[in-house]
């Protein structure tokens, strides 16, 4: 028969529950700088390097290991075959990794969690700065969001984030949803505080210019 086990176009476009992962084991095989196997162990890597550093408060360290993380994870996006979005762009990488018929089930959610880690990892990063640089932290904590509308880092940074960028309702907006997830969470509560406290004095100060 010339039914070939090892094409890969056997395995059906759509990923079967349990992975096809029969042609999954061949990479390790030849290990070349850009196999997706090396490109997802070395994101890994560079992801738990940014995350030790972050515990030894090395924060500007810890974003470069966060950022070559992230590079590793674009990179694998151009081995498997798309476009690098380029960095104006606001979705994440995620969309050309779940295609990908390449990587097995497991590397797959190994590297989308990365993903989502990195960028909510580089938002805690640059908030421990001296000089914050909040629209990027609200960028950051948005490509998470896109993704996982529920995480509370990500709502109660990008809460913080806005509400120091002067945009207030938006950040009541971030805060009070990241409350609804970690109800008893006190930095929530009183980022909430300020930010009302801010709106009402905003409505005031607005009563008496227009009086």
């Known amino acids: 028969g010339h039914r070939t086990e090892s094409a890969p176009s056997r395995c059906p476009p759509t990923i079967c ?3 096809c992962l029969h042609h999954g084991g061949s990479m390790l095989k030849q ?10 162990r070395r994101a890994l890597d560079f992801k738990s390097q940014g995350t030790q550093c972050y515990k030894d ?3 500007r360290e810890a974003i470069g290991k966060y950022h070559r993380a992230l590079l590793e994870i674009k990179g694998l ?3 498997l ?3 690098d979005p380029g960095p104006k762009s606001t979705s994440t990488l995620l969309p050309t990794i779940s295609k990908s018929s390449t990587l097995t089930d497991e590397q797959k959610g190994a590297m989308e969690n990365a993903e989502l880690e990195c960028y909510n990892s580089l938002a805690a990063c640059l908030l421990q700065m001296e000089l914050v640089n909040y629209e990027r932290v609200k960028e950051y904590c948005l490509k998470v969001l896109l993704k996982e509308g529920k995480n509370f880092k990500a709502l109660y940074r990008s809460g913080v984030a806005y509400y120091h960028l002067g945009d207030y309702q938006k950040a009541l907006y971030y805060l009070k949803e990241s409350h609804k997830q970690e109800p008893s969470d006190t930095n929530a509560i009183r980022y909430i505080q300020l930010t009302e406290m801010k709106i009402r004095r905003n409505a005031q100060k607005e009563k008496k210019e227009a009086s």
């Open 81 to 83: 075959g798309d476009p």
């Open 77 to 79: 996006c151009r081995v």
């Open 31 to 40: 290990p070349s700088h850009n196999e997706p196997a090396d490109v997802v």
């Open 57 to 59: 408060k090395k924060y």
């Open 17 to 19: 529950p349990g992975g």
